[in-house]
Nanobody, 113 residues
C-alpha cells in the first residue's frame, strides 16, 4: 500500500489549498479514506473521512470550511481547504486502514501572513 500526498504549501489566512492523496496497492473504491493532521507536540487529529459510499464527516474545527472528496477512477482522495486559519497549520496525512494502518509521508500546510 502506498499513499502519496501533494498540494501543501504556504497560504495567507483566508486563503485556500487543495490537498491530494494518490493511493495504490488497495481496492480504492471499497475503502474509507481519512485525512489527519499533526502539529509538534500534539497527537495526530482526524480532520475528515469519506466512506466508500461517499458519506463524509469532519472535525468540528474544520466543518464548513473543508471538503473531502474522492475520485475512484483516479484512486485519489482530496481535501479542499478554504477560509484557512493560522491554527490550520500542520502536517497533513492521508490514511487508510486495510488489515493495518497505512500513512502517507505527509504534506506541510502553513497558514501565515
Amino acid at each position: 500500500v502506498q499513499l502519496v500526498e501533494s498540494g501543501g504549501g504556504l497560504v495567507q489566512p483566508g486563503g485556500s489549498l487543495r490537498l491530494s492523496c494518490a493511493a495504490s496497492g488497495i481496492i480504492f473504491r471499497i475503502v474509507t479514506m481519512n485525512w489527519y493532521r499533526q502539529t509538534p507536540g500534539k497527537q495526530r487529529e482526524l480532520v475528515a473521512f469519506i466512506t466508500s459510499g461517499g458519506s463524509t464527516n469532519y472535525a468540528d474545527s474544520v466543518r464548513g470550511r473543508f471538503t473531502i472528496s474522492r475520485d475512484n477512477a483516479k484512486n485519489t482522495v482530496y481535501l479542499q481547504m478554504s477560509s484557512l486559519k493560522p491554527e490550520d497549520t500542520a502536517v497533513y496525512y492521508c490514511n487508510v486502514f486495510v488489515t493495518d494502518n497505512y500513512w502517507g509521508q505527509g504534506t506541510q500546510v502553513t497558514v501565515s501572513s
